[in-house]
């Protein structure tokens, strides 16, 4: 079964760090990308982070640009989010979301295309509480 | 921040066929395929639609999609009560470098 488990949320103060684990099963990590998408309580969906397959360049939101650090280890098939400097508007629930991308051609000879991008697997999710 | 502009709630007896709007722009919609996610109260999205208009094995087929330029939309035809949920639609944009989620819409069964 395809499953991505979250862990390591819990209280921490302002200015504090904390690192998010994300154990993937069911599927070799390797071959995709993957996101960290976030939910404030009561909140819509926002997302964090984005991971190539392979490394390389990382992506962020404005919103944790330069506070979060996202890095994978793939021999280990785990998703990490080290959040550092962390507010009170970082408390939200993070979960972790496997990308699907690719080329679907829809003619036989592939002239007409389009790219896609999507997340078709998500964890449950870890809550992150920012106070004091 | 959402990009994506969609109405706070949408609403249908059941049987009855609902429209749900998503308007962005060329850097998101107008560039990339749209995704739509089901959410229910204390658990992780669902993967509703992708690409526009495909879905994904066990959505039911009163769900469907579209899109067009900057705008898309989500249907849910013959409205059941377990429909009742949240519903953002979500793309790439090209000019943030990452996704951009929908404000979401929550779909009551009255």
């Known amino acids: 079964e395809v499953q991505l488990v979250e862990s390591g949320g819990d209280l921490v103060q302002p200015g504090g760090s904390l690192r998010l684990s994300c154990a993937a099963s069911?599927?070799?990590?390797?071959?995709?990308?993957m996101n960290w998408v976030r939910q404030a309580p009561g909140r819509g969906l926002e997302w964090v982070s984005y991971?190539?397959?392979?490394?390389?360049?990382?992506y962020y939101a404005d919103s944790v640009k330069g506070r979060f650090t996202v890095s994978r280890d793939n021999a280990k098939n785990s998703l990490y989010l080290q959040m550092d400097s962390l507010r009170a508007e970082d408390t939200a629930v993070y979960y972790c979301?496997?990308?699907?991308?690719?080329?679907?051609?829809?003619?036989?000879?592939?002239?007409?295309?389009?790219?896609?991008?999507?997340?078709?697997?998500w964890g449950k999710g870890t809550s992150v509480t920012v106070s004091s | 921040q959402s990009v994506l502009t969609q109405p706070p709630s949408a609403s249908g007896t059941p049987g009855q066929r609902v429209l749900i709007s998503c308007s962005g722009s060329?850097?998101?919609?107008?560039?990339?395929?749209v995704n739509w996610y089901q959410q229910f109260p204390g658990t992780a999205p669902k993967l509703l639609i992708y690409?526009?208009?495909q879905r994904p094995s066990g959505v039911p087929d009163r769900f469907s999609g579209s899109k067009s330029g900057t705008s898309a939309s989500l249907a849910i035809s013959g409205l059941q009560s377990e429909d009742e949920a949240d519903y953002y639609c979500?793309?790439?944009?090209?000019?943030?470098?990452?996704?951009?989620f929908g404000t979401g819409t929550k779909v009551t069964v009255l």
């Open positions: 979301a496997r990308d699907d991308q690719g080329k679907h051609c829809i003619t036989l000879d592939c002239q007409t295309f389009y790219y896609y991008s999507h997340m078709d697997v």
């Open positions: 069911g599927f070799t990590l390797s071959d995709f990308g």
């Open positions: 991971i190539p397959s392979s490394s390389g360049s990382t």
């Open positions: 060329s850097s998101n919609l107008g560039s990339n395929t």
């Open positions: 690409s526009n208009n």
């Open positions: 979500v793309a790439w944009d090209d000019s943030l470098n990452g996704y951009v």
